[in-house]
């Protein structure tokens, strides 16, 4: 894998753009959630953030998500099954998903999108790089684009 991100699937439409965009950051090693929390918090994000699978899962039925970044490689179940499970859940089912992982072990493309990936970043991420993937998915901090900032 390359290192910076490679998109998969386009981001849907939304019809609010008034409030903050919610990110769920779902990332075992606390020390890169503190850091994905801060970043995310500066630029105007409302963030949430869980150490594993399970408990996010249960998160994301109340935090409501627009996007969430998720560690490829967490305790119990991996992040792309963390993800096929939100995918089912009635308010996740158009959220932006961005799969992060420092070993990516020859995951096909092809198994990302069927997971519901929308992209893949490589960890480390310079924090530039992900707020600009953030941005071409459609993820600004007040469901704003760009031109209307």
Request: with cysteine; charged share 25%.
């Amino acid at each position: 894998m390359q290192a910076g991100c490679e998109a998969y699937v386009p981001p849907p439409r939304r019809a609010d753009q008034s409030a903050k965009s919610r990110i769920l950051v779902v990332e075992d090693q606390k020390h890169i959630a503190r850091f994905l929390e801060y970043l995310l918090l500066r630029e105007g994000y409302e963030v949430a953030v869980e150490h594993d699978a399970e408990r996010a899962i249960e998160r994301a039925s109340t935090f409501a998500p627009d996007a969430c970044l998720i560690d490829h490689v967490l305790p119990g179940i991996s992040g792309l099954d963390m993800l096929r499970i939100l995918r089912t859940k009635t308010n996740c089912a158009h959220l932006i998903a961005i799969i992060l992982s420092a070993h990516w072990f020859g995951q096909s493309d092809e198994v990302l999108r069927e997971a519901g990936a929308n992209a893949q970043c490589a960890k480390p991420i310079a924090p530039t790089t992900l707020i600009r993937k953030l941005h071409e998915l459609g993820v600004f901090p007040s469901r704003r684009t760009v031109q209307e900032k």
